[in-house]
């Protein structure tokens, strides 16, 4: 009877095993570009499809050989260039963390009738408070005043010196999408007066739209710069921009760190030709250039536009979400504009 029985059990752990097996090979192969991917993120991707973790792969060639004909989708989240693109011969799908996708490669995607999705709206709120506290840090100097009373200075000197308010200030947004119109929502709160400067101007907005970068500039006390990266804006905010906000001038960051000339931005800043900067991006990320360390005039934020867990949270919701759709029914919730195109001939 034991033996029996102990076959029996056997059995069923090989049923089990094969069945396991199958399930596998159902789930999708994907290929993760996981630079901000948690733990307990990954355990919920492993669960939904078949990953390979691109960090992992010791050999990429032996890898493309043997298994990146297997690949039909990608979740990246720090982008995807075209060769990349074209080792993975059936990709279908490239599911991107953020909402600015200026690191992959579209136009390759599209030659191949890929589509790409991103993580709009879900971060709009978050990247627009994160705003507001680099200017409110900036204009009040929160860094200098904490280091004040840290070097003793309250005790030795007294009172920290006066910094300037951001009641009424004259703001000028650069970019005026989603995220720059929850930013202007923001800021009424404190009274500001706002304009904008964008490709086009938007209908029913109420804010004065500036046709030209540089004479909203020099009409502003502070420009924020919430624009997409990419060849269209690369340095776009150059040295007569900057010298332009002039002296008593704020410069926020909170886009893309191509889109700022950085060189020209630290000769304005040690030249005192701009009052005060607040970064949360750079050129060359991670790396930031150290003329623009310790100075009490510059703020420095390492990329934590949309940094908290319950925004991250609703962005990886949304990459496995338009995973899982396209999987499902090709059908996705949230692509790049760029493949409208492709998915209305999909659709068809």
């Given at each position: 009877?034991k ?36 733990d307990?993120?990954?355990?919920i991707?492993?669960?939904k ?14 890898f493309?050989?043997n298994?990146?004909?297997s ?15 074209s080792?993975?011969?059936?990709l279908?799908?490239?599911s ?20 790409v ?17 680099l ?14 009373i ?8 007294g009172?920290?010196?006066l910094?300037?308010?951001i ?14 119109q929850?930013?202007?929502?923001k800021?009424?709160?404190f ?15 109420s ?7 540089l ?6 006390e502070c420009?924020i ?11 776009i ?21 191509s ?10 800043v ?9 970064l ?66 999909i659709?068809?």
């Amino acid at each position: 009877m034991k033996t029996h029985l102990q076959l029996v059990r056997y059995l069923i752990s090989l049923v089990v095993e094969q069945l396991i097996k199958i399930m596998q090979n159902l789930k999708p192969n994907i290929l993760l570009i996981s630079r901000y991917l948690s733990d307990n993120y990954l355990d919920i991707f492993q669960s939904k499809f078949n990953c390979t973790i691109f960090e992992d792969i010791k050999n990429l060639d032996n890898f493309f050989s043997n298994s990146g004909t297997s690949i039909t989708g990608v979740a990246t989240f720090s982008g995807i260039n075209k060769k990349l693109i074209s080792k993975l011969t059936n990709l279908k799908i490239i599911s991107c963390f953020g909402v600015g996708y200026d690191s992959i490669d579209v136009n390759a995607a599209l030659e191949r009738n890929i589509i790409v999705t991103h993580t709009p709206n879900v971060l709009n709120e978050e990247v627009a408070s994160t705003t507001l506290l680099l200017l409110l840090a900036a204009k009040r100097q929160l860094i200098s005043n904490y280091n004040w009373i840290i070097d003793g200075n309250w005790e030795k000197k007294g009172n920290a010196p006066l910094t300037n308010t951001i009641e009424k200030l004259h703001v000028g947004l650069l970019g005026y999408g989603r995220i720059g119109q929850a930013i202007a929502r923001k800021l009424l709160a404190f009274n500001c007066n706002i304009s904008y400067h964008a490709r086009n101007k938007v209908e029913n907005s109420s804010y004065k739209y500036y046709k030209n970068l540089l004479e909203m500039a020099r009409n502003v006390e502070c420009l924020i710069v919430i624009t997409p990266g990419g060849p269209d804006t690369e340095k776009i905010v150059d040295k007569s921009v900057i010298e332009a906000l002039g002296p008593k001038g704020t410069l926020i960051n909170i886009a893309r760190g191509s889109v700022v000339d950085e060189k020209a931005l630290v000769d304005c800043v040690i030249n005192k030709k701009i009052g005060s900067v607040a970064l949360d991006v750079f050129e060359n990320e991670p790396k930031v250039p150290r003329e623009l360390f310790n100075l009490d005039n510059v703020l420095l934020a390492p990329h934590i536009g949309s940094s908290t867990h319950e925004t991250r949270k609703a962005m990886l919701d949304l990459v496995i979400e338009n995973l899982e759709l396209y999987y499902n029914n090709k059908r996705v919730r949230t692509p790049v504009p760029e493949c409208n195109k492709l998915i209305n001939e999909i659709y068809k």
